[in-house]
């Protein structure tokens, strides 16, 4: 089983930048460096939606189209920690924001998820 906790949601204004960071468990056979990871986000009355993912190695990365060029994902497996920098926020970034582990890059991975840290961007 693997355990993922997110962290550094916050409330931010447009422009600003926020870097979410999720931690695996700290159970040497959970290291999350054993899967693809992915961010994934949640507004109010909608569905949850696909926002980045990452390859085992970092060496492969995706985006949503609709934060390209805004947001990077990135990982490092030593820390057992993936991050999320996003850049240039809007007010539509405003969501609960998941991070999800998986053993699979494509479809972006779902099996594990962390609980979600509230990010909210204020015009």
């Known amino acids: 089983q693997v355990q993922l906790v997110e962290s550094g949601g916050g409330l931010v204004q447009v422009g600003g930048s926020l870097r979410l960071s999720c931690t695996g468990s700290?159970?040497?056979?959970?290291?999350?460096?054993?899967?693809?990871m992915g961010w994934f986000r949640q507004a109010p009355g909608k569905e949850r939606e696909f926002v980045a993912k990452i390859t085992t190695s970092g060496s492969m990365t995706d985006y949503v189209e609709s934060v390209k060029g805004r947001f990077t994902i990135s990982r490092d497996n030593a820390k057992n920690t993936v991050y999320l920098q996003m850049n240039s926020l809007k007010p539509e970034d405003t969501a609960v924001y998941y991070c999800a582990a998986g053993r699979t890059y494509n479809p972006p991975p779902r099996n594990y998820w962390g609980q979600g840290t509230q990010v909210t961007v204020s015009s």
């Open positions: 700290a159970r040497t056979t959970d290291n999350i460096s054993r899967y693809a």
